[in-house]
């Protein structure tokens, strides 16, 4: 199958329900990219993607100009690079360093929100609420940056934006309720659910996560 990718495409496999593979989608819809995106279980992902990768059942993977590209900030900065337009990285370099280690902290640093939604997914019940209630905390001792900008921590819409957007999707299918200490995290979320990009990005497997 991959053999016969064409080179100038830019193709995106994606697991349906990921959350890295939601970021990427957003990302690049929120950029109007061209693209083909292959939406797939993670166990139907073909073969020949882990030989390129080199790994086993993660997700997303990124072909473009005969590139192949698999780690989520990796994928996040060169699309920002490669489709400049809207920019969702500062230009001043303390600025997007900021966001780098915000990412980071959510998607990479131990005990992260990513690894705690896999808990929550996949764990015993004592892991799982234990989680829950770390994810809660944290989302409600950042409401002063949800509250203070029309998005996090900023003016305009960053690649932070996409991963928090993706978590706040997916907290009612996680059981977790921010209730009035969380509003501006809620209310920060919706910005997000409503912009056409957001919208887009959704599998329909997704699009159940907050009915």
């Known amino acids: 199958m991959l053999s016969k990718i064409n080179q100038s495409s ?114 015993i019940k004592k892991d799982a609420d234990n989680a829950r209630k770390i994810i809660k905390s944290n989302l409600i001792e950042l409401t002063p940056l949800f509250a203070h900008q029309p998005f996090f921590n900023s003016n305009s819409m960053t690649i932070v934006d996409a991963c928090l957007a993706v978590l706040l999707w997916r907290l009612k299918r996680l059981d977790i309720n921010l209730g009035k200490p969380g509003k501006a995290a809620t209310d920060y979320a919706k910005r997000l659910f409503a912009r056409e990009g957001f919208k887009e990005s959704l599998t329909d497997c997704e699009k159940e996560y907050n009915t």
Request: hydrophobic share 40%.
């Open 10 to 123: 830019t193709i995106l496999y994606s697991s349906i329900s990921g959350m890295e593979s939601h970021i990427v989608r957003f990302i690049m819809a929120e950029k109007k990219i061209e693209r083909e995106i292959i939406n797939l279980k993670i166990k139907d992902f073909p073969e020949e993607i882990f030989d390129f990768t080199e790994r086993h059942g993660y997700d997303p993977t990124l072909f473009d100009r005969g590139v192949i590209l698999y780690d989520l900030s990796v994928i996040m900065e060169y699309l920002d690079e490669r489709f400049p337009f809207p920019p969702l990285l500062p230009v001043d370099p303390i600025e997007k360093s900021k966001k780098r280690l915000l990412i980071f902290r959510f998607t990479r640093a131990t005990g992260n929100w990513f690894e705690l939604v896999n808990t929550i997914q996949t764990g």
